[in-house]
């Protein structure tokens, strides 16, 4: 009887460690299947930092293209207003001196469409004086 237990115990014994052998296969087919999507997965996030850091490089390049284009620009010169009485006092002076339009113009850095503006105004007020 005691031979009887005692192999079956070992039949049990064998049993489980065959079953245990076979689990830990089982698992480590997992594990070996789970590392190689690792390996892609980490594979494609390499591939896609690789392009994003070349698309900052292309980007960067740009912008110190265009900072260097803006550097070459002339900012324009700010408008002048047309209610700037020296102004208009200055037009009325040079005009009633005998100096032509476009030369009152060119002497104050205006445009000759407000000289010719300031004089025709000029001249409407002292008809009607």
């Known amino acids: 009887m005691t031979v009887i237990v005692f192999l079956a115990l070992l039949a049990l014994g064998l ?5 245990l052998f076979v689990t830990l296969k089982v698992e480590i087919q997992r594990a070996c299947q789970l590392r190689s999507q690792d390996r892609r ?17 292309r980007l960067s390049r740009n912008l110190h293209d265009v900072e260097a284009q803006t550097g070459m620009l002339v900012a324009p010169a700010p408008a002048q207003s047309g209610m700037n009485l020296s102004k208009r006092t200055q037009v009325l002076r040079l005009h009633r001196a005998g ?5 009152i113009a060119a002497a104050l850095g205006l445009p ?8 025709k105004v000029h001249r409407l007020v002292l008809e009607k004086v």
């Open 15 to 19: 049993g489980a460690s065959l079953y």
């Open 41 to 57: 997965h980490v594979q494609t996030l390499q591939e896609a930092l690789g392009e994003a850091r070349a698309q900052v490089e």
């Open 99 to 103: 100096q032509d339009n476009a030369g």
């Open 112 to 119: 000759r469409a407000e000289v010719d503006l300031l004089i």
